[in-house]
């Protein structure tokens, strides 16, 4: 099909612990991703472990990451999120006032290192939103975040969405992409302030191909019909996490099924002429713990 927004963009979103990796660590990971041949990498930028506390401000560990980035000529996509517990509302969601703020630093330091800008990490669960996901106040921090952006890097992409596979949770804790997007527009975001949406379709064990009703890949031409049908026509879909995860957890799967979900996943991604890029999730395993559920999406073993 031909693709309206380009060639599909590869990219591997790194994970949290490469922030605690040494020099010559970081030296390393970046060599494998480049071998895996991809040309983009997706790093977050924690703002409780930047600021844990409001006078407290420490951005070393991601200067670290972000110079070897650039050395290796691997463009950046960062993504910001993790509020500290003092810039948090009574329920625990992010204050935007303060977010803004702190995009403006972030924006300002790293605007010469990072190509592109996510807003928040998967705000559709309780558990990176911390409060109970509510669709009107993630359009008030995107409106927040995107501000400082656009006047400080206004080359750059913004992302609204960064959407965990979800169905509706009668107790709260999280809404399916479908729910809290449609809420994010009749919240009426200001459309101007990004440039994509993007989305995690974790599938496993599932494949991407699978007609599954929980399958988030499966859903995702209903879910990008409600951004066409909100005026997004000419914005594309980002997937800015896809993996699976191995280890020997109840939901784990095999290495070999692994392979099977990451090249049907790229396969599948192809069909879709209004998806950007694809991001793995991630570069490599966090731990040799194989029993530590988090720890085991890498596309590569801890040992690489």
């Known amino acids: 099909k031909k693709r309206p927004f380009g060639k599909l963009r590869l990219g591997v979103s790194t994970g949290f612990s490469i922030l605690y990796d040494t020099e010559s660590q970081l030296d390393r990971d970046f060599d494998r991703a480049k071998a895996l041949r991809v040309k983009q ?18 951005w070393s560990r991601f200067d ?54 996510e807003l928040w990490n998967e705000p559709n669960q309780r558990h990176r939103w911390v409060g109970e996901p509510d669709p009107a ?25 960064s959407l965990a596979p979800a169905v509706d949770d009668p107790g709260g804790d999280e809404l399916s992409p479908e729910t809290f997007l449609r809420g994010v527009y009749a919240a009426g975001i200001d459309r101007s302030s990004y440039d994509a949406v ?16 929980w399958n988030t890949f499966h859903r995702i031409p209903q879910i990008y019909q409600i951004v066409k049908n909100n005026g997004d ?66 596309l590569l073993r801890f040992d690489g």
């Not at 935007?96 to 990072?114: E, S």
């Not at 995107?142 to 969405?161: F, Q, Y």
Request: charge should be positive; proline fraction near 7%; avoid cysteine.
């Open 137 to 161: 106040e993630y359009a008030r921090i995107v409106e927040a975040g995107s501000a400082p952006i656009r006047r400080h890097d206004p080359k750059a992409k913004i992302l609204m969405g």
């Open 64 to 117: 670290a990451v972000l110079d070897m980035a650039k050395a290796k000529r691997l463009k950046v996509l960062a993504v910001i999120g993790l509020a500290p517990e003092w810039a948090q509302n009574p329920d625990g969601s992010p204050r935007a006032d303060a977010f803004a703020d702190f995009v403006d630093a972030a924006v300002r330091r790293y605007k010469f290192k990072v190509a592109n800008w």
């Open 198 to 213: 993007s989305i995690h379709p974790f599938s496993y064990p599932a494949l991407p191909s699978g007609n599954e009703s």
């Open 233 to 298: 026509r000419g914005k594309p879909l980002w997937f800015t996490e896809y993996g699976a995860r191995t280890g020997s957890t109840s939901n784990s799967v095999g290495y070999q099924r692994h392979k099977q979900l990451m090249v049907d996943a790229y396969r599948q991604t192809k069909k879709l002429p209004y998806v950007q890029a694809l991001y793995f999730y991630s570069l490599r395993d966090a731990s040799t713990n194989r029993g530590e559920p988090e720890d085991n999406f890498g």
């Open 41 to 58: 990498v997706r790093v977050d930028i924690g703002w409780a472990l930047v600021q844990p506390e409001r006078d407290i401000v420490d």
